[in-house]
C-alpha cells in the first residue's frame, strides 16, 4: 500500500498567553490518503483549526508553539525543515480559512488579489521591482487567461455577475460573497491537497449544497486531496469517506463515514449526534458541560468530566490510547480496552453510556454535583 499523503503523530500545541500556558492540541494523530476526503469535526473551540493551521505552516508564532510531533507530507517530516515546509504550502497546498474579512485585503480589487495569487503562489519571495513589473506589463494574455479563469470559479460558485465582482473591493461585498471568493482563490492553482476550514459557514443551504458538489467533483475528477474542517455532522456524512472526531486537542474517534454514524462508539461522538434536532421533534439527550479551560486541563481523558460513562479511577487517571475496534475504526476510551468487535462495543455502549446517564443526570438534581465534582 502506498504511503498516504499526510500523516500526523502525537501533534502537541501550545499557547503562551497572560492568563498562562493553554494545551490547546493533546497528542494529534491522523491519516489522510491521497484523493480522500477526510472531515475533522468537534464542537467549537475543540482545536480544529490550529490542526488546520498547524499542517499549513500558518500557526502564529508566537504566541503558538508546536511542542513536539511530526507532520509527514508525502513522506516528508515538514516540522523538521521550515523551508521544506514552506515549499510544499506555496506549491502544493491550499487553505480555505473560515474568517473572509481576515484573509481579503481591504486595499485591493478581488480581480487584483486572484491574479496575484494565480502569478506569485510558488514564489519564495516577491519584490517591489516584480510588482512593479507586473504593474507595467499588464492586461497581457496571461491575465486576460487569469480574468477568464476567475470568471468561470466565480460563476461555478454561484457568484451573479462574476465579472463585474472582479472589478470590487471585499467591503462592497456581502458575507457569503467575500466567503465564495476565499474559496475561488484556494481553488484556482489546483492545489493537491486543500484544507477547508468551515467552508460553507456563512452560506445560504442552496449555495452551500453546490460549492459541496464543486468540491466532490475537483476530488474526483482533479485528484484532490481535502481535509474539511466542521462541526456539522450533517456536512461531514455528505462529503467525507472518513471522519475524525476532536475533542479538547485530542481525536476520540475515527472511523469510515457510514461506519461511525451506524456504530458511533465513544460516549462523545453519541453526544454529538444525539445533539442533532430531529424532524420526529423528539427532545435530543445532548451534552451536558463545556469544554475544559486548556490552561488547566482535566487530567486523563479530557472528555470525563462530561462523560456519561466515566469510570472513576481509570478515565481520569492517563489519556487512553486509541483502541481498534475493526477495520480502520479506533476509538480512544477505557470502555473499549479490551478490542471488542464492533457489535460487542456496540452492546458495550449502549449498555454502559444508557445507564450511568440518568446516574448522572440526577445526581445533578439531587446535589448539584455528582461523583466526578460536577
Not at 493533546?26 to 472531515?39: C, F, I, L, P
Not at 461585498?173 to 459557514?201: H, K, Y
Not at 466542521?230 to 475533542?247: E, P, W
Request: charged share 30%; net charge negative.
Amino acid at each position: 500500500m502506498a504511503d498516504p499523503l499526510l500523516e500526523v503523530r502525537d501533534l502537541h500545541v501550545n499557547f503562551d498567553t497572560y492568563e498562562g500556558t493553554h494545551e490547546v492540541l493533546d497528542g494529534v494523530d491522523m491519516t489522510v490518503e491521497k484523493g480522500e476526503t477526510v472531515a475533522l469535526v468537534g464542537e467549537t473551540g475543540c482545536g480544529k483549526s490550529v490542526t488546520g493551521k498547524t499542517i499549513m505552516g500558518t500557526l502564529p508564532r508566537p504566541p503558538g508553539e508546536i511542542v513536539s510531533g511530526e507532520i509527514r507530507y508525502d513522506g516528508t517530516d515538514v516540522l523538521a525543515d521550515q523551508a521544506v515546509h514552506d515549499r510544499v504550502q506555496r506549491e502544493r497546498m491550499s487553505m480555505i480559512f473560515q474568517d473572509p474579512m481576515t484573509y481579503l485585503s481591504p486595499v485591493f480589487t478581488i480581480e487584483s488579489m486572484m491574479r496575484d495569487v494565480v502569478k506569485y503562489h510558488d514564489r519564495e519571495t516577491v519584490t517591489w521591482r516584480d510588482l512593479l513589473s507586473e504593474f507595467l506589463q499588464r492586461s497581457g494574455e496571461e491575465d486576460d487567461d487569469i480574468r477568464k479563469r476567475s470568471v468561470d470559479l466565480l460563476r461555478r460558485l454561484q457568484i451573479p455577475d462574476p465579472e463585474g465582482i472582479l472589478d470590487r473591493y471585499p467591503v462592497e461585498l456581502s458575507g457569503g460573497m467575500r466567503q465564495r471568493v476565499l474559496i475561488a482563490m484556494a481553488l484556482i492553482n489546483q492545489p493537491e491537497f486543500l484544507i477547508a476550514d468551515e467552508p460553507t459557514t456563512a452560506l445560504d443551504v442552496t449555495v452551500q449544497d453546490q460549492i459541496l458538489k464543486l468540491l466532490k467533483e475537483r476530488t474526483e475528477n482533479d485528484d484532490l486531496t481535502m481535509l474539511y474542517i466542521t462541526h456539522n455532522l450533517g456536512v461531514a456524512r455528505k462529503i467525507a469517506d472518513k471522519i475524525y472526531v476532536m475533542y479538547a486537542g485530542s481525536i476520540a474517534e475515527s472511523g469510515p463515514t457510514e461506519t461511525l454514524f451506524d456504530a458511533p462508539l465513544h460516549p462523545y461522538t453519541r453526544g454529538l449526534l444525539d445533539s442533532i434536532p430531529k424532524l420526529t421533534g423528539f427532545e435530543s439527550e445532548g451534552i451536558d458541560g463545556s469544554i475544559p479551560n486548556y490552561t488547566d486541563p482535566p487530567s486523563g481523558c479530557r472528555f470525563h468530566p462530561r462523560c456519561p460513562a466515566y469510570m472513576e479511577g481509570t478515565c481520569d487517571g492517563v489519556n487512553p490510547e486509541p483502541f481498534d475496534v475493526d477495520d480502520d475504526h479506533e476509538v480512544a476510551c477505557y470502555l473499549y480496552e479490551d478490542e471488542p468487535s464492533t457489535s460487542e462495543a456496540m452492546e458495550i455502549a449502549d449498555t454502559e453510556i444508557q445507564y450511568r446517564r440518568p446516574q448522572r443526570a440526577k445526581a445533578r438534581r439531587d446535589g448539584g454535583g455528582d461523583e466526578n465534582g460536577d
